[in-house]
Nanobody, 125 residues
Framework: QVQLQESGPGLVKPSQTLSLTCTVS??????????WTWIRQPPGKGLEWMRT????????????FYSPSLKSRTSIFRDTSKNQFSLQLTSVTPEDTAVYYC????????????WGQGTQVTVSS
């Protein structure tokens, strides 16, 4: 059973950089036909795809999925020794307040088959 757990600060000040980490257990992030993904849900809004990295370490470009403003402020990277992947979001504003989730996407079907429980991030001075 694959499990994902997000971690990071619950509160970030405007203009700072938000760093979140997803720790994966029950399966390696470096094997299989999977994509490891960050998604968020602002209050009262729908899910928003942020960044994805493949099991081969390739950043998924996802030009058609990422909003331009988010793509320029986000980066994703991984630490295979810790079986973790991380998201950085720069120059945060209160509009970045959301519940942030990490998830696994299965290649081919592109189904989201495992999710973390989510972590609330509030951007406020």
């Amino acid at each position: 059973q694959v499990q994902l757990q997000e971690s990071g600060p619950g509160l970030v000040k405007p203009s700072q950089t938000l760093s979140l980490t997803c720790t994966v257990s029950g399966g390696s992030i470096a094997t299989g036909y999977y994509y490891w993904t960050w998604i968020r849900q602002p209050p009262g809004k729908g899910l928003e795809w942020m960044r994805t990295i493949g099991a081969d370490g390739t950043n998924f470009d996802g030009t058609n999925f990422y909003s331009p403003s988010l793509k320029s402020r986000t980066s994703i990277f991984r630490d295979t020794s810790k079986n973790q992947f991380s998201l950085q979001l720069t120059s945060v504003t209160p509009e970045d307040t959301a519940v942030y989730y990490c998830a696994r996407v299965t290649g081919g079907t592109y189904s989201f088959d495992y999710w973390g429980q989510g972590t609330q991030v509030t951007v406020s001075s």
